[in-house]
């Protein structure tokens, strides 16, 4: 069983989660974790799908999701072209998800 590698909190949302893909797109900013611009998770909700992300690439919700459990001021999440505002946001199979680094300096 894939879920059995995961810690126990994890392994639940392994286990619960609806299997629906999802495309993400990733800023240059988070792919040291994922290696590629574009990749695949599923969940039910948006937060499920970051879980996933997590599931696959340790530690890369942590830079998406403060611990508040709120985007991160610097972080943008799109689903098909609109911005989400809530992490409970339902998704559907062949969504696409883009998540977007603000910039800022001088």
């Given at each position: 069983?894939?879920c059995?590698?995961?810690?126990?909190?994890?392994?639940?949302?392994?286990?619960?989660?609806?299997?629906?893909?999802?495309?993400?797109?990733?800023?240059?900013?988070?792919?040291s974790?994922t290696?590629?611009?574009q990749?695949?998770?599923?969940?039910?909700?948006?937060?499920e799908?970051?879980?996933?992300?997590?599931i696959?690439?340790?530690?890369?919700?942590?830079?998406?999701?403060?611990?508040?459990?709120?985007?991160?001021?610097?972080?943008?999440?799109?689903?098909?072209g609109?911005?989400?505002?809530?992490?409970?946001?339902?998704?559907?199979?062949?969504?696409?998800?883009?998540?977007?680094?603000?910039?800022?300096?001088?």
């Amino acid at each position: 069983d894939i879920c059995r590698k995961f810690t126990p909190s994890k392994r639940s949302i392994c286990n619960t989660q609806r299997w629906i893909k999802m495309k993400v797109l990733v800023p240059s900013a988070l792919r040291s974790y994922t290696e590629s611009s574009q990749t695949e998770a599923s969940g039910a909700t948006l937060d499920e799908v970051l879980m996933d992300l997590d599931i696959q690439y340790p530690g890369i919700r942590f830079r998406i999701i403060d611990e508040q459990q709120k985007v991160r001021r610097h972080i943008r999440i799109f689903v098909n072209g609109v911005s989400a505002e809530l992490l409970s946001q339902t998704m559907h199979a062949n969504d696409d998800v883009v998540i977007v680094q603000a910039l800022s300096g001088g």
